[in-house]
């Protein structure tokens, strides 16, 4: 089984998160630094090519063995929707269309979640605006950042082969952590992703087949497991230096993974797309001198698996200042609004409310 882990808790700590006053410091010594703020013109061609290109894959593949298939999701189809789960990410950013557009930002993100055949775009960005807000907030039982682990997770997954069946499991933590602690609302632009995305899971099962959807489903899952692009999901918070919250790969996968590795440079700057995320270094360098860096996603996972001194609870937690919010916000409601009213619909309802009403006054007068 390996050596147990040496930590029972999680690291508290009782001070801020330091991306803020970084950033705000940085503004203030290079101001030239908004130049890289907006949108990556480029960015939305790359995720459609990507998508064509799995649609492509899904014609090549329907006929195919399941060894082939296999192989397939793990070394291209794994890699290739791993990079849409991190395009997802960029466009929760609204890098695509810009922070004026976030509607024509979210239905882009349910065009890039196409190929990962489960919808995910709309409540990754619910949850991910926490996690920027919140990093590391939580309370006794809920939190407000639901990237930590929860408390069952650290207890069960302390040894080698335990963590490696929970880097394995991780698609399934990722997906049902929130349900657990920290429940919200479902919206109407969720549900419209699911609408989509199983419109599109219909359309590659009919026309490729069963394979073909498989493939898809398997290559998602595959990679965000062990796979080394799933290497950021551990390097990126969990404590590899003491006192450091987060942490920047410097590494061959960002060329794939839209630079998701400039991590610290991300928390930093959110709003930079991440085509730009290496020059916020070469600006501001001396902000960026003496943090832990990673070099290589395999190696996090190796570490990870077989350090007594790594696993679920080596991530920094800080006490809950604000309470969990449940309300949904439907984005769609105003356009809800302006048709029914462009249609005469609510006119309608006021007139059939006033018959109604008339007809019940003279049945009582009667």
């Known amino acids: 089984m390996g050596q147990s882990v040496s930590r029972d808790d999680f690291m508290w700590t009782y001070t ?5 006053d970084r950033r705000t410091a940085i503004v203030k010594a290079h101001p030239e630094i908004k130049q890289l703020f907006g949108i990556d013109a480029s960015f939305k061609y790359v995720v459609l090519a990507m998508v064509f290109f799995q649609v492509f ?10 060894t082939l298939i296999c192989l397939e999701a793990y070394l291209c189809g794994g890699v290739i929707n791993h990079a849409m789960t991190l ?7 609204n890098t695509v269309y810009g922070n ?6 979210r239905f882009f993100g349910m065009v890039a979640n196409l190929p990962i055949g489960v919808p995910i775009s709309v409540s990754f960005k619910k949850y ?12 006794c039982e809920d939190g407000l950042d639901t990237d930590i682990p929860t408390e069952l997770e650290a207890q069960l997954f302390t040894t080698p082969i335990r963590k490696f069946l929970w880097l394995l499991l991780q698609p399934l933590f990722y997906a049902f952590r929130p349900l657990v602690i920290y429940k919200k609302a479902p919206t109407d632009l969720e549900i419209v992703n699911a609408a989509i995305q199983i419109a599109f899971d219909v359309f590659v099962l009919h026309m490729f087949g ?11 899952l595959i990679a965000m497991g062990v796979h080394p692009s799933a290497g ?5 918070h969990y404590v590899f230096k003491e006192n ?11 060329l794939c993974t839209f630079n998701v590795g400039y991590h610290v440079e991300h928390h930093d700057f959110p709003y930079i797309p991440g085509r730009n995320l290496p020059k916020v270094a070469e600006i501001a360098p001396e902000f960026y001198q003496g943090l832990h860096v990673h070099t290589s996603w395999t190696k996090v996972l190796f570490d990870f698996v077989w350090s007594p001194n790594m696993g679920p609870y080596m991530r920094l937690k800080r006490k809950a200042s604000v309470p969990q919010t449940f309300k949904a916000r439907h984005a769609l409601n105003e356009y809800y609004q302006a048709l029914l009213q462009h249609t005469g619909f609510n006119d309608l309802m006021r007139y059939a409310r006033h018959w109604l009403d008339l007809r019940n006054n003279k049945k009582h007068v009667e």
């Open 16 to 20: 801020e998160q330091p991306h803020l």
């Open 57 to 66: 894959m899904c014609w090549l593949l329907q006929d195919a063995d399941w």
């Open 87 to 93: 395009a997802i990410h960029d466009i929760s950013h």
């Open 100 to 105: 004026k557009y976030p509607l024509a930002n």
């Open 128 to 139: 991910h605006v926490e996690h920027h807000r919140y990093l590391g907030k939580f309370s």
């Open 210 to 220: 069963f394979r073909s959807l498989i493939y898809l489903i398997l290559g998602t």
């Open 232 to 236: 950021h999901f551990i390097s990126e």
């Open 244 to 254: 450091q919250e987060t942490y920047s790969y410097y590494g061959p996968w960002n």
